[in-house]
């Protein structure tokens, strides 16, 4: 394959990170540029905690733990059950390994570092090319209203209540003040071909796309825009998109994918189980496109990476 064309993937946690290992296994690493997610992120024991792009960061170089998909291989837990004879907080499970991770951001950001600065300090002492780039630097978090309730963080939502609870709303906190992060708007406009990976569209995507400029900058460009469904057989692969979906009013199949991404993607790439959907997704006005989107395995991985990046460039101009 003539292998020179800019790819940018929008980007959340688990999910872009079995499709980004899988497409820089055959592509060009330094012609990718991922955009991910920092509505995850949050404070706990004075430490900065991105859980999205540590996810992306761990898996592409080949150092993430493949029980959870998050956090590190070979990890220790000393550190946390020293804590828990304390008293102290160990809900979310931080590892030996992965707390000198933690370590180093929060003191470079002491130290006055943006987080696109330590994102980039990491991925030079890793050996990532590819160029991982947070969606912002400014400060935005994700709150989840639960039924009856009041709002709540992200992370306590997901692991305190284990994404048990019902929701009736999702707000970005700070979202209307944050600017992109540096390089993410060129990226976006530079790309040739513009994926969505198959992340939470409500959680893990739409926390980028509401951030000034960048979903303007898809709608305009929605012909390079190719989007994965995360949803499969009305289930989500991992996480709790689909029942989100469901109560947040859209349909928790492929097609409820498809109508939040109608206006901003060409085509939406969805997996053979979804095949029976593609005429109402069509109707929508947005392409199917039907392949095994299941990423068991990195080669799995790649091979929806190629059909994806091939979906634009032979139905546009031949093969890559
Ligand atoms: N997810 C859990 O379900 N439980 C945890 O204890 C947990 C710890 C954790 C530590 C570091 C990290 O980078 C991710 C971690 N995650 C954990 C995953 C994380 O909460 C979610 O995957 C994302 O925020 C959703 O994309």
Redesign the pocket.
């Known amino acids: 394959m003539p292998e020179d064309r800019q790819v940018s993937v929008i980007a959340?946690?688990?999910g872009a990170a079995k499709f980004l290992r899988g497409l820089l296994k055959f592509y060009p690493n330094e012609l990718v540029t991922a955009v991910v997610n920092v509505a995850?992120d949050f404070h706990l024991h004075g430490l900065s905690?991105s859980?999205?792009l540590?996810?992306v960061a761990y898996t592409i170089s080949n150092q993430v733990n493949p029980e959870t998909g998050?956090?590190r291989t070979g990890e220790s837990w000393r550190v946390m059950t020293e804590l828990e004879k304390l008293g102290g907080h160990t809900w979310?499970?931080?590892g030996d390994l992965?707390l000198a991770l933690h370590l180093y951001r929060t003191q470079r950001l002491a130290e006055g570092a943006t987080l696109s600065d330590v994102t980039r300090e990491i991925c030079a002492a890793w050996g990532i090319t590819a160029n991982l780039l947070p969606a912002t630097d400014a400060k935005i978090r994700t709150q989840l209203k639960v039924l009856d309730k009041d709002w709540v963080d992200f992370?306590d939502y997901?692991?305190a209540q284990q994404h048990s609870v019902p929701i009736t709303d999702v707000r970005f906190a700070g979202i209307e003040s944050a600017s992109p992060g540096p390089g993410v708007i060129p990226s976006l406009e530079e790309a040739d071909i513009i994926i969505i990976a198959p992340s939470n569209p409500i959680v893990?995507v739409n926390p980028v796309l509401e951030i000034s400029g960048i979903r303007e900058v898809l709608q305009r460009r929605k012909e390079t825009v190719v989007a994965i469904s995360p949803i499969v057989g009305g289930e989500a692969l991992k996480g709790p998109a689909s029942r989100m979906l469901e109560e947040l009013g859209y349909e928790k199949s492929a097609v409820g994918v498809a109508d939040l991404y109608k206006n901003i993607a060409s085509i939406l790439v969805i997996d053979e189980t979804d095949a029976a959907l593609s005429s109402r997704i069509e109707s929508q006005g947005i392409q199917p496109l039907v392949t095994d989107t299941i990423m068991s395995d990195p080669e799995r991985a790649a091979h929806l990476a190629k059909v994806t990046l091939e979906s634009l460039f032979l139905s546009k101009e031949g093969p890559l």
């Open positions: 959340g946690g688990v995850d905690i859980p999205d540590d996810t998050w956090g979310f499970s931080l992965d992370q997901f692991v893990s």
